[in-house]
């Protein structure tokens, strides 16, 4: 019996269905129950009620569970009750917004897998990552706006402002950094993923204020990236480039004549700019005291960017993004909620002190295409503090 072209062409389609049907029912995993025997008892034996609820006693408890106090705990949920609200059903109860917002919160200060979270709370693993997630993007979604908004010029002012008076840097408008978070390597994603530190990642770049808070974030890139690469390809970054930040015009340094521009500290894996002070490179300063001493002042400006960073988190990329972003908003809120600039230890790091520092972390730097008047500006910080307006 000869077949024809279409009726060979349909005979392979069924038989690529058939095929595909066998291997999904194959992979399938039948339930043997809608709620697992250990989960029904959640009420009596999961942490949030054999623990939780007993916490508020013992605000250091609270605190040391949560990594917030009970005060912003309350402020948090009823912030995002409406939001973690779920419809009851006939078959089912649903979790109630402040057990939702204790599974998240206690994911996100410990960093403890899905799984290890669900035998504690008595919940099913994938309850777990819906929860997480979907409490994740309430955060984001309810409190992004109110704690990380578009600054406005004045803002800016403001933020150089506190540079000026906490860290005694003029002019500048925010510390810039990039951190890597170690992911789930994804499935056929090759080397785009794969870092330096020989890991899978994805990139935060954060721009942060003078006290502890971010002003933007970034995040998303592929770990094999440069911190400088993704700067350059980032909406700050580009908006810097073209100039519609909204940034001031540049001023006189204080009780100087010299103007020089509001610029961004960071550390040598951005390329130099006008608007981008980054540090000489160690090799210019083994014999130069002023150099040194300008690194000294941009470091004690910068590094507070690295206190802001949150620890590793291991999920896939899909998941991550949302995760990071919350975690950036979280910190906000919690800053804005106790609003004290404080000063970490070892901050107060001598100048021999640091000059050791620099000496024992000495490595090549990649300079990139600074131009003449990146390198200018810098000149300028340089000398204005150096001078007696500027040295403390």
């Not at 103007?259 to 390329?271: K, Y």
Request: glycine letters at 4%.
């Amino acid at each position: 019996m000869e077949f024809s072209l279409l009726e060979m062409a349909a005979i392979a389609i069924a038989l690529d269905e058939e095929e595909a049907e066998a291997r999904t029912k194959k992979n399938q995993v039948k339930r043997k129950w809608s709620v697992h025997p250990l989960w029904r008892r959640r009420q009596f034996d999961g942490e949030f009620n054999t623990l939780c609820r007993y916490l508020p006693d013992n605000e250091d408890k609270v605190f040391g569970y949560f990594r917030i106090s009970k005060e912003n705990f309350d402020i948090l949920l009823n912030e995002l009750k409406p939001a973690l609200t779920r419809q009851q059903s006939r078959f089912k109860t649903p979790i109630e917004p402040k057990q939702r917002l204790a599974v998240c919160l206690r994911y996100l200060a410990t960093g403890d897998s899905y799984l290890t979270i669900s035998f504690s709370f008595r919940l099913g693993h994938t309850t777990v990552h819906q929860i997480v997630n979907s409490t994740c993007r309430a955060i984001v979604n309810v409190l992004m706006k109110k704690v990380m908004p578009q600054p406005s010029e004045d803002n800016w002012k403001l933020i150089a402002h506190d540079f000026e008076t906490l860290w005694k840097f003029p002019n500048c408008f925010g510390a810039l950094d990039g951190k890597h978070f170690v992911i789930e390597a994804p499935p056929n994603s090759g080397s785009i993923f794969y870092n330096y530190k020989n890991t899978f990642s994805i990139i935060l770049l954060a721009l942060v204020d003078a006290r502890y808070k971010f002003i933007t974030v970034n995040i998303g890139s592929y770990g094999r990236n440069s911190d400088g690469g993704v700067f350059a390809k980032s909406s700050l970054g580009q908006r810097l480039e073209n100039g519609t930040l909204s940034l001031p015009a540049g001023r006189q340094l204080p009780n100087s004549d010299i103007i020089a521009p509001f610029v961004i500290v960071a550390d040598e894996a951005f390329p130099l700019k006008t608007y981008i002070m980054r540090p000489y490179p160690g090799s210019q300063t083994i014999e130069d005291a002023a150099k040194t001493y300008f690194n000294y002042r941009l470091t004690l400006a910068r590094r507070l960017v690295e206190y802001c960073f949150l620890r590793r988190i291991e999920m896939a990329p899909k998941n991550v993004d949302n995760v990071i972003l919350a975690a950036c908003t979280l910190h906000n809120f919690l800053r804005n909620q106790n609003d004290v600039a404080f000063t970490p230890r070892n901050t107060e790091q001598s100048i021999s002190e640091f000059r050791q520092s620099m000496l024992d972390q000495l490595r090549p730097q990649h300079h990139g295409q600074s131009t003449n008047d990146a390198f200018a500006v810098r000149e300028k910080f340089k000398n204005y503090f150096l001078s007696p307006a500027g040295y403390f």
